[in-house]
């Protein structure tokens, strides 16, 4: 009993630091502009770089002394999966270019996956756990866009959703090929694959009405509810032709 109880704790706790983070990364959205601009003004856009940068350094420092000193591991490949992911963070936040600041997206999502993978493991315990995971994490960061499409000023933009599933996806393969966590080792229970077939659910139906909400379709939705008419103004979150514009043919 006293063991149930302390699972129910650990669970309970686990859950509540996922929710508290979820809703640090949404109640942020408003205020990101205003940080962006506050931060080119005085120490300038290179700071969201040193930011990713310094994160990883300090995780990758934190993982490999605890594969040397806390569980012996003298297997040189997991060091080798932890310093390539920690290179691919690197890589894709220089990849951003002009745009640095779109690197927060890793250490927001990255931690993320952190988070939700500490308490979906109190549970599920086999390999299905890294794709629940970045499930998870996908659906919080399509959330985060939806909610930063509906504001004025703000848009959508699919490649930072994009974004978001590619730092937990960097984070779980160093989880998964780096640290190796040996409670991740049973087989998969029924328990388990119904948690991941309600978050594809949940990604299939919500990525599919963001993919369905098209300008005609704002218009649609806009007419009947009126309180609502203000989206009409927003850039659209999808767009779809038929047809690509046709070259013109200056010797016709």
Known sequence: MCSVDNTKAILEKAWLWVLLYIAAILYSVPLARSLQKLIYATVGKEFYTYVVFFSVFVCLAAAIYSLIFKYRVKNVSQYFWLLLCAGLYMYFTIQLGEHPEEAVHFVEYGVLTYFFFRALSVKVRDWTIY???????????????????????????????????????????????????????????????????????????????CLANTPDMVKRYTSVFESLSWLRDEEPMTEFRLFRDAPIDENR
């Not at 919080?140 to 937990?168: C, K, S």
């Not at 040996?182 to 694959?193: A, H, Q, T």
């Not at 948690?195 to 009405?209: C, E």
């Open 131 to 209: 794709v629940t995971v970045l499930l998870f994490v996908l659906f919080v960061g399509t959330v985060d866009e939806f909610i930063q499409w509906m504001m004025p000023g703000r848009f959508w933009d699919y490649r930072d959703v994009r974004n978001d599933a590619l730092a937990g996806a960097i984070f779980l393969i160093a989880v998964l090929k780096g640290i190796r966590p040996e409670i991740i080792s049973g087989p998969v229970k029924k328990f388990s694959l119904k948690i991941l077939a309600g978050i594809l659910i949940a990604n299939m139906i919500f990525l599919g009405l």
